[in-house]
């Protein structure tokens, strides 16, 4: 059966709202007989991508029996939404009786006629869920919010089936996170159209004509009279006439990804209507910023607008030896007038969330420097971890472990110090919010906490880090970046977003991007709060007093 016969079935197989299912042209590519080991599809919003990947899916049960899909989101909730929504309206306008009256029809769970199964799971905190789970299709929706070290994991699922296919998909945030990663090392298959008066192809990438494309409004705008225009002379261009061409043909086998912004689909090109929604949020309309549109709109990665740091701010600081230098950093150590050990917790690991440790240093003219951390992979053996900090902190040279006191941070502490370390050189802190407007605070020990700890808001301290890097006050070990499977601890940083919650009050955090660690930036945090409170010099930007 070639690609114009599937397409027919497709037509008498599916109703969707009333309607023959046509797939959009941009996902004809799922419907090809040779699938690539890997499909990537990097998209706007609304243009089809789950409904065309999910009929791909029901086509592919009703085709081979006991073939088992499992979908994976990042939250439960989006499970059931996608289930519910969008999965479920499928099945009631399928017309093949294998796929129309499932044995098993429950929210995360479909069992077709045939013996295949879908099965719905999510897995952002945890991959677990679906470590025991064999299947044959791997799909993994807003891959963008997935974290990338979960990728192995879910792709061990298919270890033992002879189809072994994988799909990624999602509208990209920034440059930052595991979506992008995966079409770095994709083919970059891009809808190229050429037009008509004067022969240029378009291409619709912001790195070559996207932005040129976007016509003006006409109330005539239709299929046959589309918005989209020649980024070269202006005149009328068809995405219906376009083609996919990639970038690295030489992947497509292997990885092969595909962009497709909203543009590109009739649903926005050849309606009057939303081409002016289109067009409005490229104006900044609702309060759209240029990134927003860049991402939600044209499906590119785009923009650092919430991000405190910058990969060239990190590396105007990485200037000391690596960490893996070993004999450098004892040679630094006497050198130092304060040595601190930071300590974030690990939450299992199962996260990628491993204990994090940061040495962090002052120097007698009040610079502080980083020259060493790691992250140590016991994650479920708390007293081997404990004896491994004690040993660690006995080589360093350290003066004070500070760590967070939060949650089962008491109980870590408390194993630490069975191990042999000496209590009265443990600074506990504990992460607040509010913290009476002060960025540290010393609270005593009481009848119901007999403990001493210090509160530390974590937005206001984070600030004071990022303003100490920013300003080259805080010196890090070189970039320790190997690849996007293994981006080292320094760009934990680059993790960290601004916030604002939804509240009627508003109010400013720092958080870090989903599926993203951070535990780097805060056990650095950890320690820079500990240096700064032990010798009661808190950074100074230099800004001149306003009376």
Same mark, same amino acid.
Request: contains cysteine; glycine residues 6%.
């Given at each position: 059966?070639?690609?114009?016969?599937?397409? +027919?079935?497709?037509?008498?197989?599916?109703?969707?709202?009333?309607?023959?299912?046509?797939?959009?042209?941009?996902?004809?590519?799922?419907?090809?007989?040779?699938?690539?080991?890997?499909?990537?599809?990097?998209?706007?919003?609304?243009?089809?991508?789950?409904?065309?990947?999910?009929?791909?899916?029901?086509?592919?049960?009703?085709?081979?029996?006991?073939?088992?899909?499992?979908?994976?989101?990042?939250?439960?909730?989006?499970?059931?939404?996608?289930?519910?929504?969008?999965?479920?309206?499928?099945?009631?306008?399928?017309?093949?009786?294998?796929?129309?009256?499932?044995?098993?029809?429950?929210?995360?769970?479909?069992?077709?006629?045939?013996?295949?199964?879908?099965?719905?799971?999510?897995?952002?905190?945890?991959?677990?869920?679906?470590?025991?789970?064999?299947?044959?299709?791997?799909? +993994?929706?807003?891959?963008?919010?997935?974290?990338?070290?979960?990728?192995?994991?879910?792709?061990?699922?298919?270890?033992?089936?002879?189809?072994?296919?994988?799909?990624?998909?999602?509208?990209?945030?920034?440059?930052?996170?595991?979506?992008?990663?995966?079409?770095?090392?994709?083919?970059?298959?891009?809808?190229?159209?050429?037009?008509?008066?004067?022969?240029?192809?378009?291409?619709?990438?912001?790195?070559?004509?996207?932005?040129?494309?976007?016509?003006?409004?006409?109330?005539?705008?239709?299929?046959?009279?589309?918005?989209?225009?020649?980024?070269?002379?202006?005149?009328?261009?068809?995405?219906?006439?376009?083609?996919?061409?990639?970038?690295?043909?030489?992947?497509?086998?292997?990885?092969?990804?595909?962009?497709?912004?909203?543009? $590109?689909? #009739?649903?926005?090109?050849?309606?009057?209507?939303?081409?002016?929604?289109?067009?409005?949020?490229?104006?900044?309309?609702?309060?759209?910023?240029?990134?927003?549109?860049?991402?939600?709109?044209?499906?590119?990665?785009?923009?650092?607008?919430?991000?405190?740091?910058?990969?060239?701010?990190?590396?105007? +600081?990485?200037?000391?030896? #690596?960490?893996?230098?070993?004999?450098?950093?004892?040679?630094?150590?006497?050198?130092?007038?304060?040595?601190?050990?930071?300590?974030?917790?690990?939450?299992?690991?199962?996260?990628?969330?491993?204990?994090?440790?940061?040495?962090?240093?002052?120097?007698?003219?009040?610079? $502080?420097?980083?020259?060493?951390?790691?992250?140590?992979?016991?994650?479920?053996?708390?007293?081997?971890?404990?004896?491994?900090?004690?040993?660690?902190?006995?080589?360093?040279?350290?003066?004070?472990?500070?760590?967070?006191?939060?949650?089962?941070?008491?109980?870590?502490?408390?194993?630490?110090?069975?191990?042999?370390?000496?209590?009265?050189?443990?600074?506990?802190?504990?992460?607040?919010?509010?913290?009476?407007?002060?960025?540290?605070?010393?609270?005593?020990?009481?009848?119901?906490? #007999?403990?001493?700890?210090?509160?530390?808001?974590?937005?206001?301290?984070?600030?004071?880090?990022?303003?100490?890097?920013?300003?080259?006050?805080?010196?890090?070990?070189?970039?320790?970046?190997?690849?996007?499977?293994?981006?080292?601890?320094?760009?934990?940083?680059?993790?960290?977003?601004?916030?604002?919650?939804?509240?009627?009050?508003?109010?400013?955090?720092?958080?870090?991007?989903?599926?993203?660690?951070?535990?780097?930036?805060?056990?650095?945090?950890?320690?820079?709060?500990?240096?700064?409170?032990?010798?009661?010099?808190?950074?100074?930007?230099?800004?001149?007093?306003?009376?």
């Amino acid at each position: 059966m070639d690609l114009n016969e599937r397409l +027919v079935f497709l037509r008498e197989a599916f109703v969707l709202k009333g309607r023959p299912y046509v797939p959009y042209r941009p996902f004809h590519a799922l419907y090809v007989e040779d699938q690539p080991l890997v499909t990537i599809y990097k998209t706007g919003r609304q243009v089809s991508k789950t409904t065309s990947t999910f009929i791909r899916h029901l086509v592919h049960c009703a085709a081979r029996p006991y073939l088992t899909i499992l979908c994976t989101l990042p939250l439960e909730q989006q499970c059931f939404r996608v289930s519910s929504i969008i999965f479920r309206p499928l099945l009631e306008g399928c017309r093949l009786s294998i796929i129309h009256r499932p044995t098993i029809k429950q929210t995360l769970h479909y069992k077709f006629q045939n013996d295949s199964n879908i099965l719905f799971s999510y897995a952002s905190d945890d991959p677990d869920r679906i470590r025991s789970t064999p299947g044959d299709v791997l799909h +993994v929706d807003e891959c963008q919010d997935m974290q990338y070290s979960f990728l192995p994991v879910l792709e061990a699922s298919l270890a033992a089936s002879p189809v072994r296919l994988i799909y990624y998909t999602g509208t990209p945030k920034t440059i930052n996170n595991t979506l992008h990663a995966l079409w770095c090392d994709s083919s970059q298959a891009e809808w190229v159209i050429r037009c008509d008066h004067c022969g240029h192809y378009n291409i619709p990438s912001l790195d070559h004509d996207l932005l040129k494309m976007l016509g003006p409004y006409r109330p005539d705008i239709s299929e046959e009279s589309p918005a989209t225009i020649c980024a070269k002379c202006g005149g009328t261009i068809y995405p219906q006439t376009g083609q996919w061409v990639h970038r690295f043909p030489e992947r497509m086998y292997s990885s092969a990804g595909y962009h497709v912004p909203q543009i $590109i689909v #009739p649903l926005h090109y050849a309606d009057p209507v939303n081409w002016s929604v289109l067009l409005a949020y490229a104006s900044g309309s609702r309060g759209t910023t240029q990134d927003d549109f860049y991402r939600e709109i044209l499906g590119e990665a785009s923009g650092l607008a919430d991000r405190l740091l910058t990969l060239q701010d990190l590396q105007r +600081v990485a200037i000391l030896p #690596p960490r893996t230098d070993l004999q450098s950093l004892y040679a630094r150590l006497p050198t130092y007038s304060l040595r601190v050990l930071g300590i974030d917790w690990g939450g299992g690991g199962q996260a990628g969330n491993f204990t994090t440790l940061a040495l962090v240093c002052l120097r007698s003219d009040g610079q $502080i420097e980083v020259p060493w951390g790691t992250a140590l992979r016991t994650p479920h053996d708390h007293i081997s971890e404990a004896q491994e900090i004690q040993r660690l902190a006995a080589q360093l040279q350290v003066n004070v472990i500070a760590h967070d006191y939060s949650g089962a941070g008491a109980l870590r502490e408390t194993i630490l110090v069975q191990s042999g370390f000496d209590r009265s050189r443990i600074i506990p802190m504990r992460y607040v919010t509010g913290n009476e407007g002060a960025a540290c605070r010393y609270v005593g020990p009481t009848a119901w906490h #007999p403990r001493a700890c210090y509160h530390i808001e974590p937005t206001r301290c984070l600030l004071f880090v990022i303003g100490c890097i920013k300003t080259q006050q805080i010196w890090f070990f070189a970039d320790d970046y190997v690849s996007e499977a293994d981006r080292g601890l320094l760009r934990h940083f680059l993790n960290l977003i601004e916030e604002k919650t939804d509240a009627l009050v508003e109010r400013y955090y720092i958080s870090h991007e989903p599926g993203q660690p951070d535990e780097f930036a805060q056990a650095t945090m950890l320690g820079c709060v500990a240096i700064w409170q032990l010798t009661n010099r808190w950074p100074y930007f230099g800004f001149t007093k306003v009376n």
